[in-house]
């Protein structure tokens, strides 16, 4: 008998990629999820950029050295270059990180063959590609538009500080989201840290003498020690090469302090990844038990469902209470004190108490309520509700109440920490003050909902939002007050509402309590205009395809397929 014979397997030609075959594929991977998430391009790259494009074309184009051709530009793109890769690497991978182990993404990740050093290895790797290019697009519009001078000797100085420097805030901002919980506390301790620190640690104010415990706060953080890095290597009077042998054993410091962090905190967190709700939640069920529930009780349901969504968004009580309260004691401090009077005998503390309060009012009513309204559109929240008594009037006006109701107790909290540090009292006319900021709080609220009618996704609402506030802020006499802008900002800040909200709310806090009237008109007439724009756009459910169709209209039946 015999028997036939098997034939041997044919070996396979292919290897198992090596290490860095692997880590080179994680980053591009990475880098292809960046480019899906536009939130993020805005934040990382789009904001630094913004803000010294700002800031240079409101001062930056002074010249200070007309035979050296040195202007103001050279001194402000150092921190706004250390502020792209600081945002980009720190705030970036902790957010993103935060986001991947809440959502299961980590968990999912660790039972693939995917070496656990490769997949932290390529979000690092793609935190340090999108600091290189926040960083060269501040230089090269810097060098190509404001007169910034680069130089050659310090070119590698240069380098050195942007990878040393990524390095050391990707390894902190790892150890923060590992010992953090959720996304939104990432996102809000993530920002309250970079920001404020940025004010002390010669970002975005140069030239400024600062109180001596703020100066040696910031010494002791590693941001301080880039942008003076930076400044070093692009100094058009030094000599050097620009290589500080401390300020760059301060970040391999900090690095070295970060990387021993995370790595314990997720040692620690192997076996549990924790997977917190990042959705918020749903609104009450708005059905009384006997009867329908009246208009009012719709209304008050839908505003207390408001306050409580935003009270327990960490980020959200941030970015709209803690933030403004910070930059109201921060500001006026880095500018002479909160005591120091200004030409109309107005003081700091009081001016900037003002601007904060709006600003958190704007926050509120143009960012956070929009966005928690286009995300329920987006999972299906609205959708459920519109089967339920809740009528669309109800359902935006309590939105609009509540964010009038948060902005209101923003107003009380920057006062009264405005009077503690500084001494700044009760405005005379603090019931029109409270009018101004309701109104001015309800059309941003109306006009937030009307903008992100047409996103289609809650981080589009983001964008947009963010996008569109943050630059209006610098151009609108929030963070930046007496400076002469260019006639074409000047006329766009004038045409938007938030300068006027804001001269609306500075006048009426102010000893005389004097409200310019043309401001006042100014909101109300965008606040009809927004009205207009929600009636024809609002839709419970997301606009668009629903699995390549359109919806069809509610009450009829969509026609069945042929």
Same mark, same amino acid.
């Given at each position: 008998?015999?028997?036939?014979?098997?034939?041997?397997?044919? /070996?396979?030609?292919?290897?198992?990629?090596?290490?860095?075959?692997?880590?080179?594929?994680? @980053?591009?991977?990475?880098?292809?999820?960046?480019?899906?998430?536009?939130?993020?391009?805005?934040?990382?790259?789009?904001?630094?950029?913004?803000?010294?494009?700002?800031?240079?074309?409101?001062?930056?184009?002074?010249?200070?050295?007309?035979?050296?051709?040195?202007?103001?530009?050279?001194?402000?793109?150092?921190? *706004?270059?250390?502020?792209?890769?600081?945002? =980009?690497?720190?705030?970036?991978?902790?957010?993103?990180?935060?986001?991947?182990? &809440?959502?299961?993404?980590?968990?999912?990740?660790?039972?693939?063959?995917?070496?656990?050093?490769?997949?932290?290895?390529?979000?690092?790797?793609?935190?340090?590609?999108?600091?290189?290019?926040?960083?060269?697009?501040?230089?090269?519009?810097? &060098?190509?538009?404001?007169? @910034?001078?680069?130089? +050659?000797?310090?070119?590698? =100085?240069?380098?050195?500080?942007?990878?040393?420097?990524?390095?050391?805030?990707?390894?902190?901002?790892?150890?923060?989201?590992?010992?953090?919980?959720?996304?939104?506390?990432?996102?809000?301790? #993530?920002?309250?840290?970079?920001?404020?620190?940025?004010?002390?640690?010669?970002?975005?104010?140069?030239?400024?003498?600062? /109180?001596? +415990?703020?100066?040696?706060?910031? +010494?002791?953080?590693?941001?301080?020690?880039?942008? @003076?890095?930076?400044?070093? =290597?692009?100094?058009?009077?030094?000599?050097?090469?620009?290589? %500080?042998?401390?300020?760059?054993?301060?970040?391999?410091? +900090?690095?070295?302090?970060?990387?021993?962090?995370?790595?314990?905190?997720?040692?620690?967190?192997?076996?549990?990844?924790?997977?917190? =709700?990042?959705?918020?939640?749903?609104?009450?069920?708005?059905?009384?038990?006997?009867?329908?529930?009246?208009?009012?009780?719709?209304? *008050?349901?839908?505003?207390?469902?408001?306050?409580?969504?935003?009270?327990?968004?960490?980020?959200?009580?941030?970015?709209?209470?803690?933030?403004?309260?910070?930059?109201?004691?921060?500001?006026? &401090?880095? !500018?002479?004190?909160?005591?120091?009077?200004?030409?109309?005998?107005?003081?700091?503390?009081?001016?900037?108490?003002?601007?904060?309060?709006?600003?958190?009012?704007?926050?509120?009513?143009?960012? !956070?309520?929009?966005?928690?309204?286009?995300?329920?559109?987006?999972?299906?929240?609205?959708?459920?509700?519109?089967?339920?008594?809740?009528?669309?009037?109800?359902?935006?006006?309590?939105?609009?109440?509540?964010?009038?109701?948060?902005?209101?107790?923003?107003?009380?909290?920057?006062?009264?920490?405005?009077?503690?540090?500084?001494?700044?009292?009760?405005?005379?006319?603090?019931?029109?003050?409270?009018?101004?900021? #309701?109104?001015?709080?309800?059309?941003?609220?109306?006009?937030?909902?009307?903008?992100?009618?047409?996103?289609?996704?809650? %981080?589009?609402?983001?964008?947009?939002?963010?996008?569109?506030?943050?630059?209006?802020?610098?151009?609108?006499?929030?963070?930046?007050?007496?400076?002469?802008?260019?006639? @074409?900002?000047?006329?766009?800040?004038?045409?938007?509402?938030?300068?006027?909200?804001?001269?609306?709310?500075?006048?009426?806090?102010?000893?005389?309590?004097?409200?310019?009237?043309? !401001?006042?008109?100014?909101?109300? #007439?965008?606040?009809?205009?927004?009205?207009?724009?929600?009636?024809?756009?609002?839709?419970?459910?997301?606009?668009? #395809?629903?699995?390549?169709?359109?919806? &069809?209209?509610?009450?009829?039946?969509?026609?069945?397929?042929?």
């Amino acid at each position: 008998m015999t028997t036939a014979a098997v034939p041997a397997r044919t /070996p396979t030609t292919g290897h198992r990629p090596g290490g860095a075959s692997l880590l080179g594929r994680q @980053v591009a991977h990475e880098l292809t999820a960046l480019r899906r998430s536009p939130i993020t391009l805005i934040l990382s790259v789009g904001f630094p950029l913004l803000f010294f494009v700002l800031l240079a074309s409101m001062v930056g184009n002074e010249t200070l050295d007309a035979r050296n051709g040195v202007r103001l530009a050279q001194f402000l793109a150092p921190g *706004l270059a250390s502020f792209g890769v600081v945002m =980009a690497t720190f705030s970036f991978l902790a957010v993103g990180f935060a986001e991947a182990r &809440a959502s299961g993404a980590l968990k999912r990740q660790a039972a693939t063959p995917l070496p656990g050093w490769v997949a932290i290895g390529g979000r690092i790797g793609a935190a340090m590609v999108l600091g290189l290019i926040a960083t060269t697009l501040v230089l090269g519009v810097g &060098a190509a538009g404001y007169g @910034v001078q680069l130089f +050659w000797r310090t070119i590698p =100085a240069v380098l050195v500080t942007l990878v040393l420097g990524s390095l050391c805030f990707a390894a902190l901002g790892l150890a923060l989201a590992a010992l953090l919980g959720s996304p939104q506390t990432t996102v809000a301790v #993530a920002n309250g840290l970079v920001i404020p620190l940025s004010f002390i640690s010669d970002v975005f104010m140069i030239g400024t003498t600062l /109180p001596e +415990w703020m100066d040696k706060l910031g +010494w002791f953080f590693p941001l301080k020690h880039m942008a @003076v890095l930076f400044a070093d =290597a692009l100094d058009p009077y030094g000599s050097g090469s620009g290589f %500080q042998l401390d300020h760059l054993l301060a970040l391999a410091a +900090w690095g070295l302090a970060g990387a021993a962090v995370a790595t314990w905190a997720l040692r620690r967190d192997t076996d549990t990844v924790r997977v917190s =709700a990042t959705g918020r939640r749903h609104p009450r069920d708005l059905v009384a038990r006997t009867g329908r529930p009246s208009a009012l009780a719709l209304l *008050l349901g839908e505003l207390g469902h408001t306050t409580t969504m935003l009270r327990r968004d960490a980020s959200s009580v941030f970015f709209a209470v803690i933030f403004p309260v910070l930059l109201a004691l921060v500001i006026p &401090a880095a !500018n002479g004190g909160g005591s120091a009077t200004m030409d109309d005998g107005r003081t700091l503390g009081s001016l900037f108490a003002a601007t904060m309060a709006a600003y958190g009012a704007a926050v509120t009513a143009y960012v !956070n309520v929009p966005t928690d309204l286009v995300e329920g559109r987006e999972r299906g929240v609205l959708k459920r509700l519109h089967g339920t008594p809740l009528p669309s009037w109800a359902l935006l006006a309590g939105r609009v109440a509540g964010a009038v109701v948060v902005a209101l107790l923003t107003f009380v909290a920057v006062f009264v920490v405005a009077g503690v540090a500084f001494g700044v009292g009760v405005p005379p006319a603090w019931l029109t003050s409270l009018g101004v900021l #309701a109104l001015g709080s309800a059309c941003l609220a109306v006009l937030g909902v009307a903008v992100t009618s047409f996103a289609r996704t809650a %981080q589009a609402g983001v964008g947009l939002t963010l996008g569109t506030l943050l630059p209006l802020a610098f151009i609108s006499d929030i963070f930046v007050i007496g400076v002469t802008f260019p006639p @074409v900002l000047d006329a766009i800040a004038g045409f938007f509402p938030l300068r006027p909200f804001v001269r609306a709310v500075v006048g009426a806090t102010s000893d005389t309590g004097d409200v310019n009237v043309a !401001n006042l008109l100014a909101l109300l #007439a965008w606040l009809v205009a927004g009205l207009v724009v929600v009636r024809l756009r609002f839709s419970w459910e997301p606009r668009g #395809a629903i699995g390549g169709r359109s919806a &069809a209209p509610r009450g009829r039946r969509a026609p069945a397929a042929s």
